[in-house]
């Protein structure tokens, strides 16, 4: 059934890739007409056609706002029921049927059939994660409907007012969404607003609340970003194991470019999270989808994403056909001002694929310096993966930028202690903080230190050392992080370093005078809900690691700042933070990892 399924979901797919984009069509009845008073119920305007006013029926019944007959008639009923979903979506309230409610509708059908769908394989489940859910207080409510009544002091007739107070003192998940969407709707500004709404709608699906997620969907006026959140909610469930589900998210999605994405970012994340044979099934649906594509610059990028994915997973044939596929379309239909760009794409992928010397001669063709770099790093990554560290220094210094290059110098001195050669390691190390020193753009300077400090720890950690040698890396590293003046990076840093003393086995003074500092560094933070990101990530790399006590403390501080926090769009998405956080801690097995983390910017 599931390989059928699978093979039903590529032909949708495949379809979807051939068909130009096209605005949706207007219905027939509407298409005669100009303007939305149209189909106004008064003044005589020409009667709406009865399959029309039946789909608006039977979708606005769906979602519970409309009780009267399903019979294609314009009645008072039906008129009241459209009003109300227009002030929910934040539509112009007219009572009327035009095209701008019937595609509103038509995507929150969709997502609704979705979230019902995940809901539904969530309630089914007595797993693993069930289990979790249940045994966390701050996520038990979320599969105990007596526990749900308890906690939001609701009966089954409905719910009571919230009470901000008590959800900021004892912090469950229902109750911080719903304090999270209620701030969003204070959100004077449309595009800040959809922002939060979306955010919310990612966290309200992973929870499994239906109904608060669909009304969420509903006040999400730009659809671009209902597509984002789908592809999140993709992402979430391909996290979690479940292949059906993300691929479900991602079928949804009416946008061809954004759904390809979804479908390639769900392929990246089951490689990571280590679930391989789902990873080549999506990977290799998403490489027989670039060979539909339309734009050659588009095919080049999704057949490299799915070589590169389909190698890590361990399926090499295809991962070169993939390949193949995205040289022909750099090569010979991308026009020439457009080659560089395809071309580092594809030599990115070559080493990504330990095609160290393909990589080398393919980057050759890159003229430009600051494309030339991109692809010089990740072909060095690649002969440090090979152990040829004398071919990645030459291309090390091949990179102009000191900003490029000291990452790849970082990458080379840790191999070289990997190899046990410290003295080289250490010449290397010395020589890429010289380079940093020079960087001149202030942020560029300290994201180059950080990942050099990351470097440091990296060697700390290496087996087979001595405790007072590691104390010494470790205090190197440390003192290090001290030249990154952006606060946040420079928290960041100080916290992975003291997780790193911690599994080092290293006395506990040593990891706790790293994390105290690493607080304080992040008070300095200037963003306030850059402060509540960056302790929630912290609380579920502690989650990830089993330190349940430590990512409850981190939990705490995050929770700490978000109560202080007072504008409405930064509180919305703070107390989404907080929601999300909370599910890591219940199920970490589902939380992202760092390298996900990494890429998220509040």
């Not at 969404?177 to 955010?199: I, P, T, Y």
């Not at 479900?248 to 994405?261: F, G, L, S, V």
């Not at 330990?354 to 010089?376: E, F, I, N």
């Not at 939990?555 to 703070?574: G, H, L, S, V």
Request: aromatic residues 4%; charged residues 25%; neutral net charge.
């Amino acid at each position: 059934m599931n390989q059928f399924r699978s093979l039903f979901r590529m032909a949708i797919f495949a379809a979807l890739a051939l068909t130009p984009a096209a605005p949706p069509a207007s219905s027939p009845a509407l298409a005669a007409r100009e303007g939305p008073d149209s189909s106004a119920l008064d003044g005589g305007a020409k009667p709406l056609d009865l399959n029309v006013v039946r789909k608006v029926q039977t979708a606005l019944a769906t979602i519970g706002l409309y009780s009267g007959f399903i019979d294609g008639k314009l009645n008072q009923n039906l008129v009241a029921a459209i009003r109300q979903y227009q002030r929910q979506a934040g539509l112009k309230v007219t009572g009327r049927i035009t095209d701008q409610l019937l595609n509103h509708l038509e995507r929150s059908l969709k997502v609704s059939r979705l979230l019902r769908d995940l809901d539904n394989t969530r309630r089914k489940g007595i797993d693993k994660a069930r289990k979790a859910l249940l045994a966390h207080p701050a996520t038990r409510d979320l599969v105990d409907d007596t526990a749900a009544a308890a906690a939001n002091g609701a009966s089954a007739a409905g719910d009571t007012p919230r009470d901000p107070a008590a959800c900021l003192n004892d912090p469950k998940v229902r109750c911080l969404l719903a304090e999270a969407f209620e701030s969003a709707k204070a959100v004077v500004k449309r595009d800040l607003r959809d922002w939060a709404m979306g955010e919310i709608l990612t966290a309200q699906a992973r929870a499994g609340l239906v109904g608060q997620a669909m009304e969420t969907t509903r006040r999400i006026q730009d659809p671009r970003l209902v597509m984002v959140a789908l592809r999140d909610i993709a992402q979430a469930q391909a996290r979690a194991g479940r292949d059906e589900d993300a691929l479900a998210a991602a079928e949804i999605i009416p946008e061809e470019r954004t759904q390809i994405e979804a479908l390639a970012v769900i392929a990246d994340t089951q490689a990571r999270h280590g679930y391989l044979d789902a990873a080549q099934e999506t990977a290799g649906l998403l490489y027989r989808m670039a060979r539909h594509l339309k734009r050659p610059t588009d095919q080049v990028t999704f057949a490299t994403r799915a070589a590169v994915t389909l190698y890590r997973a361990g399926d090499g044939a295809r991962a070169e056909a993939a390949l193949l596929l995205a040289r022909a379309a750099a090569d010979e239909k991308i026009p020439q001002g457009a080659k560089i760009t395809a071309w580092r794409q594809v030599a990115g992928a070559l080493a990504d694929l330990d095609r160290l010397d393909d990589a080398l001669d393919l980057s050759a063709r890159v003229a430009r310096h600051s494309d030339k770099a991109a692809v010089l790093i990740a072909t060095a990554q690649s002969a440090i993966r090979a152990g040829r560290l004398e071919t990645a220094m030459d291309l090390a210094y091949g990179i102009e930028a000191e900003r490029y290059r000291v990452l790849v110098l970082g990458a080379v001195a840790v191999a070289r202690a990997r190899g046990g050669d410290w003295d080289a390691a250490d010449r290397v190390i010395d020589e890429a903080f010289a380079d940093a020193e020079a960087i001149a753009l202030p942020f560029a300077r300290s994201y180059a230190i950080s990942r050099l400090v990351l470097a440091l720890s990296d060697m700390a950690r290496i087996k087979d050392q001595p405790p007072a040698v590691l104390t010494k890396r470790f205090a190197r590293a440390r003192d290090a992080a001290e030249g990154i003046k952006d606060a946040r990076l420079h928290a960041q840093v100080l916290f992975e370093i003291a997780s790193q003393q911690r599994r080092a086995g290293l006395p506990g003074d040593e990891s706790a005078t790293s994390e105290r500092r690493a607080i304080s560094v992040a008070g300095d933070i200037p963003s306030a809900v850059s402060r509540v990101w960056i302790h929630g990530d912290v609380a579920t790399l502690h989650a990830r690691a089993g330190e349940d006590a430590l990512a409850r403390l981190a939990f705490d501080r995050a929770m700490a700042e978000a109560r202080r926090i007072e504008d409405p769009w930064a509180r919305a998405r703070a107390m989404a933070k907080m929601a999300q956080t909370l599910l890591d801690l219940a199920v970490p097995d589902t939380a992202p990892t760092s390298e996900e983390m990494s890429t998220e910017n509040p």
